[in-house]
């Protein structure tokens, strides 16, 4: 079992504490997130095997699949061990084509909230994030009415904690008005740190940062770059991206997911991983090296 998982971080304003390195089930789903996997008893193995190593917090949707990775992690895991924490997603839909829209509106939500019950075999949801924004990256804009609507779920015991995912400092300030947060969920790493500010003020209040896309959107200038780290570490550039999202900050937590148990134990010892100074002053110039070229999937 692998002991180290980058410490440990108490869910603000909960009885909730969990190991900082999670894992994320988006992949657990077919190609493009949609259908089942090729490999179910695969995709059953690795939850299982990530439980195994240590692992508390997970991150899903429903709208994975859509219903997919919910159906997934009920097979492989319930009844929840104890101190399981999962955390899903709401403001999204698939379309029969495929498509991500979004579907934010309280009569949605609603649904959205009973589909992740009903699916996970819960009666209750340990934590929902209001997923809003474009598909890759926030928009301005309000966020009042949807979240509003996921408190009175909450109000009425279907949600114990909120979270938002996609969104603005704006509109992080507009949710806390509502209903207190544990966590924010936003596209960050070496190459994209336009959250810098909004990390470190959420880190001062003691509420999470969960980035998602740890490799999402580097340049070629970028990726060589960060191999060149990872070569002269004898580990690998996932490795040292997840090592450096830890050592970032400590209220940062990591979902990095997989459907493959080897890229799984790789993932988990990144936990472990202390980057030497030199090593974190060459990977904060990351993100002045090259303008992104990658478009990372919808989340």
């Not at 829209?101 to 929902?128: F, K, M, Q, Y």
């Not at 603005?168 to 959250?195: F, G, M, W």
């Not at 459907?259 to 002053?281: C, D, Q, R, V």
Request: net charge negative.
């Amino acid at each position: 079992m692998t002991t180290n998982l980058g410490g440990r971080f108490a869910l603000p304003g909960t009885s909730l504490t969990v190991n900082r390195m999670g894992y994320g089930a988006m992949q657990l789903a077919g190609p493009g997130v949609w259908g089942p996997p090729r490999d179910r008893p695969g995709a059953l193995a690795v939850l299982r095997e990530a439980m195994a190593m240590g692992i508390d917090h997970i991150d899903t949707s429903d709208f994975y699949g859509p219903h997919v990775t919910n159906e997934i992690i009920r097979e492989a895991l319930h009844p929840y061990p104890a101190g399981l924490v999962i955390v899903t997603k709401v403001g999204a839909r698939r379309g029969e084509d495929r498509s991500w829209s979004s579907a934010l509106s309280p009569a949605e939500l609603t649904s959205a909230v009973h589909d992740n019950l009903r699916n996970l075999g819960v009666d209750a949801l340990d934590v929902v994030n209001l997923r809003v924004g474009g598909m890759l990256t926030p928009s301005e804009g309000p966020i009042e009415e949807p979240f509003a609507a996921l408190a009175d779920l909450q109000r009425k015991g279907l949600i114990k904690h909120l979270g938002v995912s996609n969104v603005t400092s704006k509109q992080v300030a507009a949710a806390r008005a509502i209903a207190p947060l544990v966590c924010v969920q936003n596209h960050y790493n070496l190459a994209h740190r336009e959250d810098d500010a909004l990390l470190d003020e959420l880190a001062a209040a003691g509420t999470a940062y969960v980035p998602f896309f740890p490799l999402g959107g580097f340049s070629p200038l970028q990726s060589d770059a960060l191999a060149a780290a990872a070569k002269a570490l004898d580990r690998t550039p996932m490795q040292v991206a997840l090592a450096w999202l830890l050592q970032r900050s400590p209220n940062v937590l990591l979902i990095p997911g997989t459907s493959s148990m080897g890229h799984l134990k790789e993932n988990m010892a990144a936990a472990a991983l202390e980057l030497p100074m030199a090593t974190i002053a060459t990977l904060d110039a990351i993100a002045g090296t090259g303008g992104s070229t990658g478009v990372p999937m919808p989340h």
